[in-house]
């Protein structure tokens, strides 16, 4: 099956740091990667949505500038927290998908991580 | 735009027992994706069950199962024999069929406890 990986599991920094959350799909090409934000018993929020190679496409009310997404290849994208307050204390989840009509065109999650911003 | 509503934040079954987790949805499309996830306390996001719709077929896996009636847009998953392990917040989603780029829509995901 199919397998994402996110790093770290669990960050916490300190206010007005940045922090960068990787996620791979280790076993397929991810043509395209996906950033959601979850609070405790609540919905995933999707933030941005990524094809490798171009720029992420930010859902409404997502600082661009805050939540910096890069997906270089096509197995790793990633998330950069610029500047964090303690509001942006979270559980992060990458899900990626492989090509169109491919084996992998579902769309798989990573096991999350989860930043505190003290 | 689509909308995807769970109006039950939380139900409780007992073990052995089935219960019915209930999804309506709204769209203007035809062709489209339908899909339950699991996510337990870990916090993984696991899939459960996935339906076409242009399948009129109701989709199962092993001891879960979903009730799909497209005109009413109306999409349930049931859950047999139920198990301590199925205990999680359960999201039901929809995904256009349209573009590489097409999102999954959630739900804002029902609470499920089973009773030993």
């Excluded at chain 1, 599991?9 to 959350?21: A, E, H, L, M, Q």
């Excluded at chain 1, 303690?86 to 491919?102: K, M, V």
């Excluded at chain 2, 001891?63 to 998953?77: D, E, I, M, T, Y």
Aim: charged share 20%; hydrophobic share 35%.
């Amino acid at each position: 099956g199919a397998v994402v990986s996110q790093h770290p599991s669990r960050v916490i920094c300190k206010s007005g740091t940045s922090v960068k959350i990787e996620c791979r799909s280790l076993d397929f090409q991810a043509t395209t990667m996906f950033w959601y934000r979850q609070f405790p018993k609540q919905s995933l929020m999707l933030m941005a949505t990524s094809n490798e190679g171009s720029k992420a496409t930010y859902e409404q009310g997502v600082e661009k500038d805050k939540f910096l997404i890069n997906h270089a290849s096509l197995t790793l994208s990633t998330l950069t927290v610029t500047s964090a307050h303690p509001e942006d204390s979270s559980f992060y989840i990458c899900s990626a998908r492989g090509p169109l009509g491919g084996s992998y065109n579902e769309q798989f999650f990573g096991p999350g991580t989860r930043l505190t911003v003290l | 735009a689509q909308t995807v509503t769970q109006s039950q934040p939380e139900m409780s079954v007992q073990e052995a027992e089935t219960v019915t987790l209930s999804c309506t949805y709204d769209t203007s499309e035809s062709d489209y994706y339908l899909f339950w996830y699991k996510q337990p306390p870990s916090r993984q996001m696991i899939l459960v069950i996935r339906q076409e719709a242009y399948k009129q077929q109701n989709a199962t896996e092993n001891r879960f199962s979903v009730n799909f009636q497209k005109a009413a847009k109306s999409f349930s998953l049931k859950i047999s024999d139920s198990q301590l392990g199925d205990a999680a917040m359960y999201f039901c989603a929809y995904r256009s069929q349209a573009g590489a780029n097409s999102k999954l829509t959630f739900g804002k995901g029902i609470t499920l406890s089973v009773r030993p």
